[in-house]
């Protein structure tokens, strides 16, 4: 067996997966502050091109359908999409009811075929936001 360490580097190494195609899955949006939350469903693009990922579709909840700003990001070895620009929250449209989001956090992880996301923004009127939801590749 061998085993190695590599100093100062904590990085994944191996090759980038392939995740590009489209996924299809429920998301939940978690008002904390009114403690309510709003259940959906979207279908989203992922397009690559090495590690720059980039993510396009709709979102559908009970206020209607909206099209999902491109979100971008690099992918690491590990399936974990570093977001460089664009977020999920934004797409529900909230900002009427809400007031302005802020992004705090945000994140994507690829699994095999399926991914993961979670979101986390500050509004004005209804505090702490969480978008999360499951998808799976068609």
Do not use: K, W
């Not at 008002?31 to 396009?56: H, P």
């Not at 979100?71 to 570093?82: I, K, N, R, S, W």
């Not at 620009?85 to 900002?95: D, I, K, L, W």
Request: proline share 4%.
């Amino acid at each position: 067996m061998l085993s190695g360490t590599a100093c100062g580097d904590d990085e994944p190494t191996g090759p980038i997966p392939d995740v590009a195609g489209t996924y299809s899955g429920s998301f939940i949006v978690q008002f904390l502050l009114q403690r309510q939350v709003m259940q959906g469903s979207m279908q989203v693009v992922v397009e690559q091109a090495g590690e720059s990922v980039t993510i396009t579709g709709e979102i559908q909840a009970e206020r209607g359908t909206a099209s999902l700003p491109a979100v971008t990001g690099t992918l690491d070895a590990t399936g974990f999409l570093e977001l460089t620009g664009g977020g999920f929250a934004a797409s529900v449209n909230e900002e009427a009811f809400c007031g302005p989001m802020r992004t705090l956090s945000s994140t994507v992880r690829f699994f095999g075929r399926s991914a993961e996301v979670s979101e986390h923004a500050d509004t004005d009127r209804c505090g702490r936001v969480i978008l999360s939801g499951s998808l799976a590749r068609l």
